[in-house]
């Protein structure tokens, strides 16, 4: 049974993809507080992006494997939850923001999710501003996606996740193909965000952004461990 206190735990969690042998984690624990920033490191192909799949229900909606142990999100098992209660309590931001943008023009890209979940224009409109606000791109509401930089995209990608609202943020690397103007400007939306008490669990290679970090977990030889 998941504790309470927790937004996100994973409990002995094991998995290993339909195509491979080996698992790639084995008994993974962790329990993630409401309002803090967890960051999670390893190195490349240690099962960093994997595991997001796993934490967000994307495994096994999307990608198959075994599966053993459980992850749940408020209580619930992820993978027993519909797609549109998970995308209403968690968001996820993956290190190429070409593969989340979809629509021509950024508000159109803002207003998609909102609008799958028929909320009314009035309140699309409001979640769009707001949203745009919290990453510092008002001015951005009407530019085409294609013509802005890949820092910009990456922050239209997280302003798009934020229209829902999600008390739990998942960033897959982020930061990994921005320079750096735009990785500090990411780096403050983090800080904002935990300062509204949003969840954040930030999964890099680069250990510079840990200094945000409340925790720190290390993934290596299939296991994941605590170190802050």
């Known amino acids: 049974m998941s504790d309470k206190k927790y937004i996100l735990t994973a409990e002995k969690v094991s998995f290993r993809y339909s195509s491979e042998k080996e698992f790639i984690f084995q008994d993974i624990d962790l329990n993630i507080s409401r309002g803090s920033i967890v960051a999670i490191t390893g190195k490349s192909g240690q099962g960093k992006t994997t595991l997001c799949y796993l934490l967000s229900g994307i495994i096994p909606r999307v990608y198959k494997g075994e599966i053993t142990g459980s992850i749940s999100l408020y209580g619930e098992n992820v993978s027993k939850m519909k797609a549109e209660s998970i995308s209403s309590k968690l968001g996820i931001v993956f290190?190429?923001?070409?593969?989340?943008?979809?629509?021509?023009?950024?508000?159109?890209?803002?207003?998609?999710?909102?609008?799958?979940?028929?909320?009314d224009r009035d309140e699309i409109d409001k979640r769009i501003s707001g949203s745009l606000r919290a990453v510092g791109i008002e001015n951005f509401r009407h530019h085409e996606t294609a013509t802005l930089?890949?820092?910009?995209?990456q922050l239209v990608?997280?302003?798009?996740?934020?229209?829902?609202?999600?008390?739990?943020?998942i960033f897959d690397e982020i930061t990994a193909q921005v320079d750096k103007r735009s990785k500090q400007a990411v780096m403050d939306v983090i800080s904002s965000l935990k300062n509204e008490n949003k969840t954040v669990i930030m999964v890099d290679h680069d250990i510079t952004?840990?200094?945000l970090a409340d925790e720190v977990y290390h993934i290596q030889n299939h296991k994941l461990s605590r170190t802050k």
């Open 95 to 119: 290190q190429d923001p070409e593969t989340q943008l979809f629509m021509p023009e950024v508000e159109d890209e803002l207003a998609f999710a909102p609008e799958n979940f028929c909320f």
């Open 149 to 153: 930089s890949g820092g910009q995209k």
């Open 157 to 169: 990608t997280i302003a798009s996740v934020l229209t829902m609202n999600p008390d739990l943020l």
């Open 209 to 211: 952004s840990l200094e």
